[in-house]
Nanobody, 124 residues
Framework: QVQLVESGGGLVQAGGSLRLSCAAS????????MGWFRQAPGEEREFVAA????????YYADSVKGRFTISRDNAKNTVYLQMSSLKAEDTAVYYC?????????????????WGQGTQVTVSS
């Protein structure tokens, strides 16, 4: 069992930056690939970024590539999402998730555990 708790969301102006954190419970954090997803009102949950167990490989949605950076610290059981050059269309609830799979990390059904989400609002 893994419990995930996101933090760092808030209100920011367009062009600004935020860093989201996701703290995981348990001693098996490094056994999971980690992902960030987001969901805007009336929209489906969409992939944002993912990182492999060791942190050696990362994946990004085209819409955030070059602006967002995912990273992890296995010693601290934490995954981060650094968001820069934020746009109004980045407004959503952001969720972190843990996956026991090695592939297809862009797919929501590949994730075993989810956090409760943190709201990010970008004002234009």
């Amino acid at each position: 069992q893994v419990q995930l708790v996101e933090s760092g969301g808030g209100l920011v102006q367009a062009g600004g930056s935020l860093r989201l954190s996701c703290a995981a419970s348990g001693r098996t954090f490094s056994s999971y690939a980690m992902g960030w997803f987001r969901q805007a009102p009336g929209e489906e949950r969409e992939f944002v970024a993912a990182i492999t167990r060791s942190g050696s490989t990362t994946y990004y949605a085209d819409s955030v590539k070059g602006r967002f950076t995912i990273s992890r610290d296995n010693a601290k059981n934490t995954v981060y999402l650094q968001m820069s050059s934020l746009k109004a269309e980045d407004t959503a609830v952001y969720y972190c998730a843990a996956s026991s799979y090695l592939t297809m990390l862009r797919v929501t059904t590949r994730y075993d555990y989810w956090g409760q989400g943190t709201q990010v609002t970008v004002s234009s």
